[in-house]
């Protein structure tokens, strides 16, 4: 199953705009800047837990925003395809889930061209069980509640079966990499056909724990293609599909953030309400 066929025929320039979220949200710049000053007013709380490394990397640390006792750990991946943005901007993301008393980490990892896209995806597994341990010293369940934004939709897709995960969250999340292979990002991320399929969460086997698919009704089309192939291919699985009503790729995030957002709300009742969810033994993904 790919997202768009014959995306590799449009003209570059065609190819290089469906992606480039950037420019097409005109206010991206002051959204960012938003982020960074929600996020650091959260850094500047006293339970702030922040860069806690997990690897030898510079990139391999984490935040962590202790909740309550036995809860689970929300676990937050940045975007910026693969190859930009910071974990520190979105700090911000730990308000609601710390309203609701849950534990709520950000990961950080090495970008492209610095590392590989599958040695980033080794690095997030690698964090998650560092997360869990973490958590769990905290007095918290070390159960892992995965969510992850635009490249870090992806991430979550390919982490999803880490054993400590019970439920994830992609927002704006990309699961076909080929499209991405035929546009500038691939400069550094440097796919060729082989990896592009290999890394593609859409050409392997769907896991079975629940995963709720969520994008902004005004994102760009071929990203809003990229939830709704993955939900068609994921349709025999547990989770949900949600188009956040007026949302870009950026405002998006504030359904996560906010006590009683959308995607927050959905990625909790979603995992409370199945079987691999906050009532069941974290364990490898059912396949």
């Given amino acids: 199953m790919t997202v768009v066929r014959d995306f590799a025929a449009l003209p570059a320039h065609e190819r290089d ?20 000053e929600r996020s650091g007013r959260m850094a500047a709380l006293g339970h702030a837990q922040l860069d806690i490394r997990y690897g030898p990397s510079e990139r391999q640390v984490f935040d962590f925003f202790p909740g309550n006792q036995e809860e689970p750990t929300l676990l937050f991946i940045h975007g910026g395809y693969w190859q930009m943005r910071h974990k520190n901007t979105f700090r911000f993301i730990a308000e609601g889930a710390n309203q609701h ?7 950080g990892y090495t970008l492209a061209p610095q590392s590989s896209l599958r040695g980033i995806v080794e690095q997030v597994r690698m964090g998650i069980a560092a997360v869990a341990a973490h958590a769990r010293q905290e007095g918290g369940s070390g159960k892992i509640l995965l969510c992850g934004w635009s490249a870090g939709g992806h991430l979550v897709a390919m982490a999803l079966g880490s054993p400590d995960v019970v439920a994830g969250l992609g927002v704006s999340g990309i699961y076909d990499l080929e499209p991405i292979r035929h546009t500038y990002l691939n400069q550094a991320l440097g796919l060729d056909a082989g990896e592009a399929q ?26 809003q293609a990229q939830s709704t192939a993955f939900a068609a291919y994921r349709q ?8 956040v009503p007026g949302a870009d790729h950026f405002s ?9 957002g959308l995607l927050l709300q959905a990625l909790i009742t979603t995992a409370a ?6 009532g069941a033994q974290p364990g490898a993904c059912a396949g």
């Fill in 236 to 243: 025999l699985c547990p989770g949900a599909v949600i188009a």
């Fill in 101 to 107: 008393g849950l534990h709520v980490a950000l990961l």
């Fill in 273 to 278: 309400n199945h079987p691999h969810g906050l």
């Fill in 252 to 260: 998006i995030l504030n359904a996560l953030a906010a006590p009683q």
């Fill in 198 to 223: 290999a890394l593609s969460p859409i050409a392997l086997p769907a896991c079975g724990k629940p995963f709720v698919i969520a994008h902004g009704a005004a994102e760009l089309p071929h990203l």
């Fill in 17 to 36: 705009a469906a992606y480039d979220n950037t420019r097409a949200v005109h206010d991206s710049a002051r959204q960012l800047r938003a982020f960074d």
